[in-house]
């Protein structure tokens, strides 16, 4: 698991995806999401803005990236 720092206290998953270098584009994330290949905290989100925070850990098929400020 790679840590990804983050500005500020929050970014939305969308954004996330590509920082982490997880997507390549935005639309491949916004793909991959509403086909449930994307858990937060090992969960299925299927909303791009959700929120993440310092702690969460995203994982798209097979890779995951925790948020750290």
Not at 35 to 43: I, K, P, Y
Not at 45 to 56: A, E, F, K, V
């Given at each position: 698991?790679?840590?990804?720092?983050?500005?500020g206290?929050?970014?939305?998953?969308?954004?996330?995806?590509?920082?982490?270098?997880?997507?390549?584009?935005?639309?491949?994330?916004k793909?991959?999401?509403?086909?449930?290949?994307?858990?937060?905290?090992?969960?299925?989100?299927?909303?791009?803005?959700?929120?993440?925070?310092?702690?969460?850990?995203?994982?798209?098929?097979?890779?995951?990236?925790?948020?750290?400020?």
């Amino acid at each position: 698991m790679r840590d990804v720092p983050i500005d500020g206290d929050m970014i939305r998953l969308g954004q996330f995806l590509k920082l982490a270098d997880l997507i390549d584009t935005g639309g491949e994330g916004k793909i991959l999401i509403s086909s449930g290949d994307v858990t937060v905290n090992g969960e299925v989100d299927l909303r791009r803005g959700r929120q993440l925070r310092p702690g969460d850990v995203v994982e798209v098929l097979g890779r995951r990236a925790r948020v750290v400020s």
